[in-house]
């Protein structure tokens, strides 16, 4: 999330959500230090081991090469492409490019084509909102939603359109198994107020393919809160979601219990029931700081009000034990070996807000089949190994089995790698410039994702929005 786009009452950005595998891990300051196991981060999921016979990408590809374009420096070996520009026309004819690009993923289609699907984060000042579209629309008056490009092989945008329109602050999400996008509303903002027409604060299924099959329908049995990201079970269908709640006394994490799990298509319209985080004798996760510390006995607790009609869900009555919350919970994914598992951020804390403790960022594991919830990363002051950069925000998992880092600070922005031992390496470096010579301002990365065959890594500039493909000698 932009810092620019943040509301006066919202902390500063050290991270926002984002989004493929693992959204939004952030930090305060540029050098973030943590202590825990990495390596269990990467367990089990797909992109877990490098590809190639172990390179020299395990500690960086090289120093980045000034672009003459003056768009995106890279190392030595590696291109990009421009796939589309906020402000442009949209192939479908539909409108322009909208603005603030952000959460995306890349699902893989048929005859070797590959969907991305993009969120944007506007609100009512966006310069270029999502074009109102019969049958995609839900608020004519509010300017978020997604678009979603369609690419042969060889990265050529074959379509690109409208995929919803008429949401709000669409931050993060999550793909689901059946090969579609759930879009997540970062807003919770009533009919009448701010010029919207309706309701906000839902979740809603893309489909990138064809997105008439998704249409604008909210899956409001999912909770109406200040979504993040979710990550879907693949075996239970339980959707798992995290509450990015900007103001005391924080978010919660919740998972969905849907009727149809794994139906496919439409199937989470069928309702399900909402239930939030619960762990005994931990009101607020920042007070552990312990890495490998793990609680047994979790508790799922239904919601009262899953559509918040009078009392946001996190402030509402769980009961005499309260509930366990925790600031900025952000990226969400389903991974580990074995039975699984799903991890979820908590991208910072301060005491000072409110929180029990600080801490720059925590990796969370819950295993379902053991109702056992284990502190797995935190970044903090206090540990061994530096990231450097500042407000990591987008995260995802890259072919080298590492991780690939969106920053969003001041200066030049980067997309940093982070290997599997904790060595970290430039992978790109924005060169837009869309301040004055007198004072540069450089827009912030988001949406970091990979082709289903790791072949490409996608990245977003959120402003001014702009797409990239970016290859190169990723086994080498």
């Not at 074959?158 to 709000?168: D, F, K, P, Q």
């Not at 409110?354 to 109702?371: A, C, I, M, T």
């Not at 200066?411 to 970290?424: D, I, M, N, T, Y």
Request: with cysteine; charged share 20%; proline share 8%.
């Amino acid at each position: 999330m932009s810092s620019t786009e943040k509301s006066p009452t919202t902390p500063p950005p050290s991270d926002a959500s984002r989004r493929q595998v693992l959204a939004r891990t952030g930090a305060l300051g540029a050098g973030i230090a943590f202590t825990g196991a990495l390596s269990e981060v990467f367990a089990g999921t797909a992109l877990a081991g490098p590809r190639g016979g172990g390179g020299h990408h395990r500690t960086g590809y090289g120093p980045l090469v000034p672009d003459p374009k003056g768009l995106l420096d890279l190392p030595r070996g590696f291109r990009y492409k421009v796939l589309s520009r906020e402000g442009d026309p949209l192939r479908s004819g539909e409108g322009l490019v909208p603005s603030n690009h952000d959460g995306m993923t890349a699902l893989r289609g048929r005859r070797g084509r590959v969907h991305l699907v993009r969120n944007h984060e506007n609100r009512q000042s966006a310069k270029h909102g999502v074009p109102t579209v019969q049958g995609l629309t839900y608020d004519p008056a509010a300017k978020g939603g997604c678009t979603a490009l369609t690419l042969d092989g060889r990265n050529n945008v074959l379509e690109e359109r409208v995929g919803i329109a008429g949401t709000a602050v669409n931050c993060a999400g999550g793909p689901t198994p059946w090969g579609t996008w759930l879009t997540c509303e970062e807003n919770e903002e009533k009919a009448g107020s701010n010029g919207y027409t309706k309701d906000h604060g839902f979740i809603f299924e893309v489909d990138p393919a064809d997105p008439h099959r998704t249409g604008a329908d909210p899956l409001t049995a999912m909770g109406r809160f200040q979504h993040e990201a979710i990550a879907v079970d693949p075996k239970s269908g339980i959707v798992y979601e995290t509450e990015d709640a900007f103001a005391f006394p924080f978010g919660l994490f919740y998972r969905f219990l849907p009727d149809k799990p794994c139906g496919g298509v439409n199937s989470l319209r069928a309702g399900g029931t909402l239930e939030a985080m619960r762990v005994p004798g931990v009101p607020d996760l920042s007070a552990v700081h312990e890495t490998g510390r793990s609680f047994s006995g979790v508790e799922w607790v239904p919601v009262p009000d899953p559509l918040a009609k009078q009392t946001p869900i996190r402030l509402q009555d769980f009961g005499k034990k309260g509930i366990t919350h925790a600031q900025k919970l952000e990226g969400c994914y389903w991974g580990g070996s074995g039975e699984g598992a799903v991890y979820f951020v908590s991208s910072f804390a301060k005491s000072k807000e409110g929180s029990l403790r600080d801490h720059f960022g925590q990796v969370w594991k819950y295993e379902p089949n053991r109702r056992r919830l284990t502190l797995v990363v935190v970044f903090g002051p206090d540990t061994d190994h530096q990231l450097p950069g500042e407000y990591p925000d987008n995260i995802c998992l890259a072919p080298s089995g590492g991780l690939m880092v969106c920053e969003d600070g001041d200066g030049a922005q980067h997309v940093f790698g982070l290997s599997r031992k904790g060595q970290v390496y430039p992978m790109a470096r924005g060169r837009q410039n869309i301040g004055t010579p007198e004072e540069p301002e450089w827009g912030e990365f988001a949406g970091v994702t990979f082709s289903p065959d790791e072949t490409t890594m996608y990245v977003n500039c959120y402003t001014p929005g702009t797409t990239f493909a970016v290859t190169g000698p990723w086994d080498d």
